[in-house]
């Protein structure tokens, strides 16, 4: 069962495209660079709770398997947002991990890194997004260095408590801050995008439909939102 997250709630309606326009429409940076599904494609939409890995020695006295602080503390309407970026092959996520978020309710993982076991993710029905896929093990490789702390994913500084949306189109990543005003910008695109996909079924050109109106819509919401 989902716990109730009106943020999250208003995300799933949307797309990660108008979230990322009404970002540019803010001034805001949140596109991730180069992060694409790897198991399954699959919307993912939560609240993030992050993971920092790297190479040195685990942060606790008794170091516990990289992933498992987070599922422990995870639950549904959340997502968990890996940073691998030591330039180590390995993996920063895996199979087992795979199933124990699932049986929390975790709604999927975005790993700035790769990630092993992606048949099972399959199996499981589990969306990660991630940098790529790998068969090497993180152990004797990789470690966790922390928990929720502010970790940088696709170019994007990330902090725990921001929301973030991926789709087949990419991910982007709404500081928690501006959640409100975000979703409503990004609302507001989506229903002038259908308008015009009804205005297209209706039988207008799509050169009248795709116009200057279309063109300046995010310059004019962002001047509205100024007066």
Known sequence: ???????VARLRRLDACAVSDAMDQLGLAGAARGLGAVSIRAKVCGKVRTVRLGVGRPAAEKPRHLGTTAITASGPGEVIVIEQ?????????????????????????????L??????AVQHQFPIYARG????????????????VEIVVGGVHVQPGDYVIADGSGVVFIPGAHAAAVLEAAENIAQKEALMAKDLLAGAAVTEVMGANYEHMLAAKAKEGTK
Do not use: Y
Request: charged share 30%; glycine share 14%.
């Open 85 to 113: 970026s030591s330039g180590v092959e390995a993996g920063s996520w895996g199979g087992i991990l795979t199933l124990a978020a699932k049986l929390k309710g975790v709604e999927g993982v975005i790993s700035e890194g």
């Open 1 to 7: 069962m989902r716990t109730h997250d009106e943020a």
């Open 133 to 148: 896929a790998t068969v090497r093990t993180a152990r004797g490789r990789i470690v966790e260095l922390a928990n929720q």
């Open 115 to 120: 990630v092993r076991d992606v048949d099972e």
